[in-house]
């Protein structure tokens, strides 16, 4: 069990409770359209025509949604490596520091290029459903901003 002061700020448990909320509401959509589909192609002896386009705009968003939580329970990348590898004192409060500029400089980068390719892919239109192409990139600037006010949520209580 954690403790009071490892626990992170309201915003970002508020912020990781809608991301497992949306991420496993869209989990349990992509697992119905799955079995749709094997049902449809090997029972009806048919395909529906969004078979693919749907899962993997799910799969998307699902995936970087799923992001948002690892940033703010600090499971990302390192996964505890830095605890098992370096011993507690300076050192390691450095690296942390360290780790969490770099990550903030991240969400940056991928706020802004995600911004930029959504806004150049949105008068795309995907091939079946004719809807926007950029509401696939639309995954990186969202979760971006989400997981930024996190990560200075959890900044600014340090």
Known sequence: MQ???SQPPPISSAIDRLAGAVGGLAIAMFTAIIVYVVV???ALSFTPR???EIPRLLL???TFIGAISAFIRN???CAGLTDLLISPG???SLLGFLARVASFLFLIVVLWSGWKITV???AHETTVLSWPAGL???ALPVTAALTLVALVAQGLRK
Do not use: D, G, K, Q
């Open 136 to 138: 696939v990139y639309l």
């Open 75 to 77: 499971t990302h990348l």
């Open 50 to 52: 969004w078979s693919e």
């Open 40 to 42: 449809c192609r090997y």
């Open 60 to 62: 998307v968003w699902v």
């Open 120 to 122: 150049l892919t949105w």
């Open 90 to 92: 300076r050192f390691r």
């Open 3 to 5: 403790n009071a002061s």
